[in-house]
């Protein structure tokens, strides 16, 4: 949930970038730094905590210049502390980076500098960028600061904003967007630029902004900026003018609320695993779960209640938690749990799952949880809300503000927050070998990437969505641990266009859905290469004897598929257990569009609350 602000122009630096970051402090964060370029010399403060801990800094030893960078980490690799902070500099002291992302190949980087010499001063993976761009001014780039920044994001695996800032090259800025670690903004004033993550850290000073895409440079002086591909050809981007109230600020260049939330995701999800998994060790720390290995290993079962999006979200962790810790785990919904009498004992857990936290029926189930002397847990988005606060750990989705009332990436969030808590189960009990918890970290490390790559399919889903806007139902079909998402595939569906849709799994659809079946029923199938792969394949050409219209989700180079569906969707190829973060995005999409082109209402759907707080 990290924040930039970059100026460069003729006003004080300092008091921009603070009060810049001060308005993304929504985001969340752990630590914070700035540094100013005075004439040939790097000005760097940097503290843990608040950004108030920075201002007192600035304050006390006070920073000019007017060309800088800023920044408020939420620690990803390395513990939250002054030296593993933003903004970070080169060893000769020329460079200084900030940057969101998680670099995936920092290890491999980091051997292959200090092969070359460069000492370390940090356990982030960011100061590997700052190295590499020092390195190739260095070797030939002739101090071009666009050029070796070019060259050292070339080399970086993952998804990231960057922004550089370098002696060698006064009163400039160079930004980089890869993938979707989160937005670059480049505001334009008067004889003055600004660069920043979010919108709101600007907008005091300008409306006019620009907005890079993937893979895409940028170079900003006072007077200009110039935006190149990052391999070297010229780009254009328009010009937005954005309104001065804060909501359509947030929104920025998104039509709704919606879909930018739905592009949010590579950034909400890096977000929650940031300081969390410990990349180099593969291990996982959920301080907030106040859970000790004896009371994990003493635990018999757990029970995940929820409502809605997040019931479907539990029956995605399910299989998370009894994969890895060896837990049975039941799933309830929030608004029967307390009318059954359910059975609990101290040995057992109850994990609420809620983006609001304040959702009446959840709390009605964690009320009687507690009054059978469970543990209690809770995963939620909103920081100090009920279903936090009367729990006996937690965990936090860190996914930002969600404003459209149909969830998207809390919804992802929280199953990336039960794919952390099995992991950390697992430790706990001791059910995973050291090799599979290195490759269930590992996996996860690379889960932002895949889900950028994923995101790159948009306008694919809308031209589909131009075929199928005006069908009255639909059917959505999953196996296994996707089965979920077919599911949360016709939730959205429904939510937002009004379209009948049901989700099954696939295996039952001979037992009563496949009646319905005809040409005037579109039927989507997750149809991912896994070990159910070849029954999806039965099930879609049991669909197509029927008439049904058939679209497939499938995995890269799958070409059978081709064969057997009217319309395919292609996903990078993933880990099982986390496919369905991936496979869930284009159903997302699909839905948003779909609402578009009947000219539904997407953020604030008829009949629905973002928060049910009435029974």
Not at 39 to 44: A, F, G, N, R, S
Request: proline fraction near 3%; include cysteine; aromatic fraction near 6%.
């Amino acid at each position: 949930m990290c924040g930039i602000v970059g100026y460069v122009g003729t006003r004080d630096a300092a008091s921009i970038i603070l009060d810049g970051l001060q308005r993304l402090e929504y985001r969340g964060y752990d630590s914070a730094g700035i540094a100013l370029l005075d004439h040939d010399e790097i000005q760097i403060r940097r503290n843990v905590g608040k950004l108030i801990n920075l201002r007192h800094s600035v304050d006390e030893h006070p920073v000019t210049g007017s060309t800088g960078i800023g920044h408020t980490r939420w620690a990803t690799h390395g513990a939250p502390a002054e030296h593993n902070a933003h903004p970070h500099i080169s060893m000769y002291g020329d460079y200084v980076v900030v940057h969101n992302g998680i670099v995936e190949n920092y290890l491999e980087l980091r051997d292959e500098l200090s092969a070359e010499g460069v000492v370390f001063k940090s356990e982030t993976d960011t100061e590997v960028i700052v190295h590499l761009i020092e390195l190739y001014a260095q070797n030939g780039a002739a101090h071009n600061l666009t050029e070796s920044t070019r060259k050292a994001a070339q080399r970086l695996r993952g998804a990231h904003a960057i922004v550089v800032l370098s002696k060698r090259s006064p009163g400039k800025l160079v930004a980089v967007r890869i993938g979707n670690a989160g937005g670059v903004a480049i505001g334009l004033g008067h004889e003055e630029n600004f660069i920043a993550s979010d919108i709101p850290a600007i907008l005091e000073h300008t409306r006019q902004m620009v907005f890079l895409e993937n893979r895409h440079i940028a170079t900003v002086t006072a007077d200009s900026y110039d935006i190149q591909s990052l391999g070297g050809e010229p780009v254009t981007l328009e010009a937005h003018e954005i309104a001065w109230d804060p909501v359509s600020a947030v929104k920025g260049e998104y039509k709704h609320f919606m879909q930018k939330e739905i592009f949010d995701q590579a950034r909400s999800i890096t977000d929650t695993i940031a300081g969390r998994l410990d990349f180099e060790h593969h291990t996982v720390s959920l301080p907030e779960l106040n859970l000790s290995a004896e009371h994990a290993r003493s635990l018999n079962r757990l029970v995940t209640v929820a409502c809605g999006t997040s019931y479907y979200s539990g029956l995605v962790g399910k299989f998370y938690i009894e994969h890895m810790a060896k837990l049975h785990v039941e799933v309830d919904y929030g608004s029967e749990y307390r009318y059954r009498d359910p059975i609990l004992d101290a040995q057992s857990a109850v994990l609420a799952i809620t983006q609001s936290g304040e959702t009446v029926d959840t709390l009605a189930a964690m009320e009687e949880a507690r009054h059978k002397q469970a543990l209690l847990w809770s995963i939620v988005n909103t920081i100090g809300s009920q279903a936090m606060r009367v729990a006996d750990g937690y965990i936090t989705m860190n996914a930002g503000p969600e404003i459209g009332v149909a969830s998207t990436k809390a919804f992802t969030s929280s199953i990336v927050d039960q794919y952390l808590l099995a992991l950390y189960l697992g430790q706990l009990r001791g059910t995973l070998s050291s090799e599979a918890q290195r490759q269930y970290a590992r996996d996860l490390a690379h889960l932002p990437e895949l889900v950028s790559r994923t995101l790159e399919c948009d306008s694919d889903v809308a031209e589909l969505a131009a075929q199928l806007y005006q069908y009255r139902d639909f059917l959505f079909l999953g196996r296994g641990i996707n089965y979920p998402i077919a599911l949360e595939g016709a939730l959205k569906l429904k939510e937002i266009s009004y379209i009948h849709a049901e989700g099954y799994p696939a295996g039952e659809m001979k037992h009563g859905p496949i009646a319905l079946i005809d040409e005037r029923m579109p039927v989507l199938a997750v149809a991912l290469k896994d070990a159910l792969y070849d029954k999806m394949i039965s099930q879609i050409e049991q669909a197509k004897a029927r008439g049904g219209i058939v679209i497939a989700l499938a995995t890269e180079g799958d070409r059978l598929i081709q064969t057997k569906a009217d319309y395919v969707l292609y996903l990078p190829e993933t880990p099982l257990l986390l496919s369905p973060v991936v496979a869930v995005i284009p159903l997302q999409m699909l839905a948003y569009h779909i609402a578009v082109r009947r000219g539904a209402d997407v953020d604030q759907p008829r009949n629905l609350a973002k928060s049910v707080t009435v029974e």
